[in-house]
């Protein structure tokens, strides 16, 4: 090991265990659930064919296709996010069309927000990898699943065990 340096087990990311941690990710998802929700309301708000023409109009191919795909992603990501729920599959999903974004209409615009560029959306790719990467935590639908799970999984346990010891 270099001297100088903490060992990787006394590093913050390593210490934050337990409830502060199951925490962080709670909020994490929350606001970036939050987040993906407004962007959602905004295509929603102003109706799929109006959403649609901008898409055309930023030289997305199949406007209509890309748009309600666009729509129905932010909508499951959102859910998923803030119910902690199977975050995965949604969270790759919310990924390209990000990376969509970045290709067809921010990334020509450099990195910062005032020229429309790419940052936003660059940290809403790296909060999904870091939430699909870390997992929901302990406060949410997976975690809670899993419980369920696991006492059913113990109560058939018992009972095969009662039944082979008659």
């Given at each position: 090991m270099i001297t100088g340096f903490p060992a990787p087990e006394d590093t913050l990311f390593r210490s934050l265990t337990g409830t502060p941690r199951d925490?962080?990710?709670l909020v994490?998802?929350?606001v970036l659930g939050?987040?993906?929700l407004m962007h959602c309301l905004k295509k929603v708000g102003a109706g799929l064919f109006t959403t649609a023409a901008v898409f055309q109009n930023?030289?997305?191919p199949l406007a209509i296709a890309a748009a309600s795909f666009t729509i129905v992603v932010e909508v499951v990501v959102t859910v998923s996010l803030v119910l902690g729920y199977r975050m995965v599959i949604p969270?790759?999903?919310m990924t390209f069309v990000m990376c969509g974004a970045i290709f067809f209409v921010h990334g020509k615009n450099g990195l910062f927000m005032d020229n429309k560029g790419w940052a936003l959306v660059g940290v809403i790719i790296c909060g999904l990898l870091f939430v699909a990467a870390?997992?929901?935590g302990r406060f949410s639908l997976d975690a809670w699943l899993d419980r369920?799970?696991?006492r059913k999984a113990a109560r058939q346990d018992g009972r095969h065990r009662r039944v082979l010891a008659v």
């Open positions: 925490v962080a990710l994490g998802r929350v939050y987040i993906i930023f030289g997305i969270a790759g999903l870390a997992g929901p369920i799970a696991e």
